[in-house]
């Protein structure tokens, strides 16, 4: 391929990856509905009964929550990217580490009486952001993004009998993304994106007695058309387009989020330790090869002009480029994810409780040559702490602070046909601490 038709197929190729953020949220599923489940890593999450966030985990687990209670809080994530050259690019180095940001989440939930629950809680499953300089190393692994999403989700919960409790709810999920990008100089790119949609989640929980429950919950894939606006300029590509070019396209893509399955369990082994854990399935393998396509009927008028005076060589060069503009595939071959956690709350006193907790993560890449600089993901480790402050007998405040660590392989290629390695991460780390009030009418 020659290097005009390489310096587009980069930017198409970053453009694409990020739209596909904007409504895939860069393929990373945020856990942290909870800043007291951030204290342990997530074990137990939604059948502990000492938060709201069962809305989200499992709403069966709403059965715990005796009255009618509010919660709000927020979790702050700050991501470190820190990358070296390697091979031709050895020497330099990169950190696509963006500010911090926070993850807010809200719930409400009432007891109708004995039996019946409700439950509503806002959150954010889905984020992401990262940046690098315009002119970094891996340029064509993407440069800047910034995605978030918004879901409401209305719950509804029955206590069976003692033993049993069921819980389901619907989610409207709504998805954006604002990203730029360049191409090795060739160009610069911005997209601008998002989407609404709907799905469904389903739990319940089992008691065998008064001191030990299993959960297990279903959150199902959300499909997002997402639709937007991709623009890019050009100063001119050598040999083949002489002159400067800005344009902007609609854009669409069809992706989905996983589904995901939870097992949870929890046992009260002492009146002041809790002992509890989590597995969680996420089918990230839907996530295999995604076409974008980009409206270019547009462009007809202005590539007839620019074509009278090329080549047949040219001409056909540019075909080529108009091709890939249009219609591009993704090829990211991702695998589906296993978290594994274990935790443990210990009351002080009535008023402090402590907690604890360990995870493992596994991450959707299977293939190293298809990471993606704006997805450096990779296996993760969890290193969790946090509190519980009883203010009174109905307000409490929650702390939980979360080291994630990466482990394994963390290297970045040119692209997924090419095995040319141009750098590596030496650290893709996260730092989580989140606040939260509890109150009870």
């Keep these: 391929m020659s290097f005009a038709k390489k310096g587009i197929a980069a930017l198409v190729l970053t453009g ?22 951030l204290g342990r ?12 966030s069962a809305v989200h985990y499992n709403p069966a687990g709403m059965t715990l929550l005796e009255g009618t209670r509010v919660q709000a809080g927020f979790t702050w994530i700050a991501l470190n990217a820190d990358i070296d050259g390697a ?3 050895a020497g330099q180095s990169e950190n696509g580490r963006l500010k911090g940001q926070a993850i807010p989440t809200g719930y409400v939930t009432h007891q109708v009486n004995d039996q019946v629950w409700l439950g509503f809680g806002m959150s954010v499953p889905y984020g992401m952001g990262t940046e690098y300089g315009n002119d970094w190393f891996g340029a064509n692994r993407g ?17 069976v009998n003692d033993l049993i409790s069921l819980g389901a709810g619907l989610s409207v999920q709504y998805a954006k993304a604002d990203l730029s990008m360049n191409a090795g100089g060739l160009g ?13 989640n ?3 929980m089992i008691s065998p007695t008064d001191t030990l429950r299993f959960g297990l919950s279903y959150r199902s894939s959300i499909e997002h058309n997402a639709e937007g606006d991709f623009s890019f300029a050009t ?11 800005s344009q902007t396209l609609s854009s669409e893509a069809t992706v989905k989020t996983p589904d995901t399955i939870m097992l949870t369990g929890t046992w009260e082994a002492t009146p002041d330790l809790r002992l509890s854990g989590l597995i969680r399935w996420a089918n990230w393998s839907n996530f295999d090869t995604l076409t974008i396509k980009n409206d270019i009927s547009g462009m007809a008028s202005v590539m007839d002009f620019l074509t009278q005076s090329m080549t047949l060589e040219q001409k056909k060069a540019m075909g080529e480029i108009m091709t890939q503009l249009g219609n591009y595939s993704i090829h990211n071959k991702w695998q589906d994810t296993w978290l594994f956690s274990v935790g443990a709350d210990y009351r002080i006193n ?33 290193l969790s702490l946090g509190a519980t402050y009883h203010f009174s007998k109905d307000l409490q405040f929650d702390v939980g602070a979360t080291y994630l660590m990466g482990v394994g392989d963390m290297d970045l290629y040119k692209d997924y046909k090419n095995n040319e390695k141009i750098g590596e991460y030496q650290s893709l780390d996260a730092y989580l601490i989140g606040f939260q009030a509890q109150y009870r009418f």
């Design 188 to 200: 610069v790119g911005e997209i601008d994106a998002d989407s609404w949609d709907w799905g469904f």
């Design 350 to 382: 009535d008023a402090f409780t402590v907690r604890g907790g360990i995870a493992y993560e596994t991450s959707p890449i299977d293939d190293e040559t298809t990471r993606m600089a704006v997805i450096p993901d990779t296996d993760r480790l969890w």
């Design 87 to 89: 091979g031709a690019y």
């Design 235 to 245: 100063q001119g590509i050598p040999g083949v387009l002489p002159i400067p070019m």
């Design 41 to 52: 890593a997530y074990a137990g999450a939604g059948i502990v009964g000492d938060d709201l």
């Design 143 to 159: 440069i800047k993004a910034k995605i978030y999403t918004f879901d409401m989700n209305p719950n509804i919960a029955w206590k």
């Design 202 to 204: 389903l739990g319940v």
């Design 16 to 37: 694409a990856a990020l739209a596909v953020s904007s409504a895939y949220a860069a393929g990373f599923q945020l856990t942290e509905q909870s800043s007291l489940g």
